[in-house]
């Protein structure tokens, strides 16, 4: 099987790799990629925003299987091109994909299927924005309503900091989703699925913040474990029965069947899973981890899902133990981030590359703002964070900067679901 990944960061890494331990891939190729896929894939220049584009590629490459990581190209209609070029495509159609692309959509969606989720209003115009704030709080959640890359909201209890952020993206055009604070601790949980049967991996938890102790702004994810030691034996089916299944079948009865990877970020609250967000892809940092623990062969998982024979697929297999992913980032990053620096130590196993380049001479440089993910296993948690640190403390990049607290609370015990009301 030829197969195709469109992407660039340490997500498309992660399924490059998976992908090359698939017996059954004759060869792989990733398109645009960065420095470190360069070294288990043949490297394609792509727009990935082209859905065209990338279906040209997916012929002219003869693709058996193209799998699409990031949302921009599923958005855009990339997985549609590349069906109406007659090749099976891993991911959901322009239409499903609005399910991440348009909160309002997907809040639509959940309260059609009966699905937890946070109660939300949506703003559109300044002079209404003062009254909408007073019915939320004393934490404001304030989103974008659109693709924003896990940047575009700020969670807060500081009234004057939603209302300026609100306020932003008013004047920037972009309509605002005002939500309830969901509080309890996060899951993200994956889950395949072809449209009718739905396959969950096992679940992972990110850590968003900047910074140690969850502080700081938000970023696109700084960290990743999985599984949880904390959760339930019973959280994965409690999730996929309660918030999963039913937005699949909602979207499939609204003749819109979501195909790929559903990711449900979840709050676990005192009233249960509560779901944050959908997303149409596998996430980012948390597929690092996830993957490097997934035994069953990776490219004829995505094919029965890209074909519609989920149902047929024996269950997954996985390693025992625990992954741990720690995101190096450039320095400045969630803001401007510096780029350009050489950086050491890349060629290590676990070290995933995100936005890097070799340039002539052969060096490795940072081209943006997450640079690494790199990832540790482990019989624990414990054992896995060590190994994923001690894999840190031997790359070097001018100026980057890592959490070094990623799964450390979960790892002593200090994590648990609360208690159901
Ligand atoms: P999103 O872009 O919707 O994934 O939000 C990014 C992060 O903001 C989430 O992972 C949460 O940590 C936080 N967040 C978003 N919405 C809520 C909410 N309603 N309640 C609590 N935290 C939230
Ligand atoms: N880990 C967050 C995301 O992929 O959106």
Redesign the pocket.
């Known amino acids: 099987m030829r197969v195709l990944v469109i992407g660039s960061g340490a997500r498309e890494h992660a399924l490059v790799l998976a992908l090359s331990r698939d017996p059954a891939v004759t060869a792989l190729a990733c398109a645009p990629g960065n420095a470190g896929v360069a070294g288990h894939a043949e490297i394609a220049g792509v727009d990935v925003a082209d859905a065209a584009a990338v279906a040209a590629l997916a012929q002219e490459w003869k693709a058996d299987l193209v799998v699409v990581g990031p949302e921009q190209p599923l958005v855009a209609g990339a997985a549609d091109a590349v069906r109406a070029a007659g090749i099976p495509c891993f991911g959901p159609s322009k239409q499903a994909a609005c399910i991440e692309g348009s909160?309002a959509f997907a809040k639509d969606v959940m309260n059609s299927a009966g699905v937890p989720t946070?109660h939300s209003e949506i703003v559109d115009n300044p002079a209404r924005l003062d009254a909408a704030l007073a019915r939320f709080g004393p934490?404001w959640?304030v989103?974008d309503d659109g693709l924003?890359a896990?940047k575009?909201?700020v969670?807060t209890r500081d009234s004057a900091t939603a209302r300026a952020h609100a306020m932003t993206l008013l004047d920037g055009g972009h309509p605002v989703l005002l939500?309830?604070?969901?509080?309890g601790p996060?899951v993200s949980l994956f889950c395949l699925t072809d449209g009718t049967t739905v396959v969950p991996l096992l679940p992972a938890q990110?850590f968003?913040r900047v910074g140690d102790g969850d502080n700081g702004p938000?970023t696109g994810g700084m960290g990743a474990y999985s599984p949880l030691p904390w959760a339930a034996d019973d959280l994965v089916d409690d999730i996929v029965t309660r918030c999963v299944q039913p937005v699949v079948d909602e979207l499939a009865a609204r003749g819109t069947p979501f195909t790929g990877l559903l990711y449900a970020?979840l709050?676990l609250t005192s009233d249960g899973p509560e779901v944050?967000?959908f997303?149409c892809r596998f996430g980012d940092p948390e597929t690092q981890s996830v993957l490097t623990l997934l035994r069953t062969p990776l490219a004829g998982l995505l094919l029965a899902v890209a074909t519609g024979r989920l149902a047929e697929h024996p269950p997954l297999e996985w390693e025992d133990g625990y992954a741990v992913t720690v995101v190096i980032a450039a320095e400045g990053y969630p803001g401007r981030p510096r780029t350009g620096d050489v950086i050491t130590g890349t060629e290590a196993e676990g070290v995933l590359h995100a936005a890097t380049r070799r340039r002539e001479d052969g060096a490795v440089v940072s081209t943006g703002g997450r640079v690494l993910s790199v990832v540790g296993t482990g019989a624990d948690l414990a054992a896995a964070r060590e190994a994923a640190y001690e894999r840190v403390s031997t790359v070097h990049l001018t100026g980057s900067h890592h959490r070094t607290d990623i799964a450390l609370r979960a790892a002593a015990g200090e994590v648990a679901a609360p208690s159901a009301n």
């Not at 939500?179 to 509080?183: G, I, K, N, P, Y």
């Open positions: 909160k946070a934490t959640v989103k924003a896990g575009g909201v969670v939500e309830s604070f969901l509080d996060e990110d968003k938000n970020g709050a944050i967000e997303n």
